[in-house]
């Protein structure tokens, strides 16, 4: 099982850090086995590929810091194009 938490924007535009909600993870931190945790990959996205720069597991409460700036940061779907008036009369 995994599942998107969110996604956090960092300073490079194409690069985004993907925190997911992961089960049977081994904290980089605490080096401990747990059944949930956080899982943050850290993705370069060109226009044809998708490659993954870094990729760690922690704990919950080692996580906690990534879990909540991912839940705050809402995921923004692709931009709409927006109509001109001009275009809505010519149709």
Do not use: F, N, W
Not at 7 to 19: A, L, N, Q, S, Y
Not at 30 to 56: A, F, N, Q
């Amino acid at each position: 099982m995994r599942e998107l938490i969110g996604r956090i924007p960092t300073k490079d535009p194409g690069v985004t850090e993907d925190v997911y909600l992961s089960e049977l993870v081994r904290c980089r931190e605490c080096e401990r086995t747990v059944p949930v945790g956080i899982e943050v990959v850290t993705v370069r996205k060109d226009r044809k590929s998708r490659d993954v720069l870094h990729h760690v597991y922690y704990c919950r409460a080692h996580g906690l810091d990534y879990e909540t700036r991912a839940q705050s940061v809402p995921i923004r779907p692709h931009a709409k194009k927006q109509r001109t008036p001009d275009e809505h009369l010519h149709k």
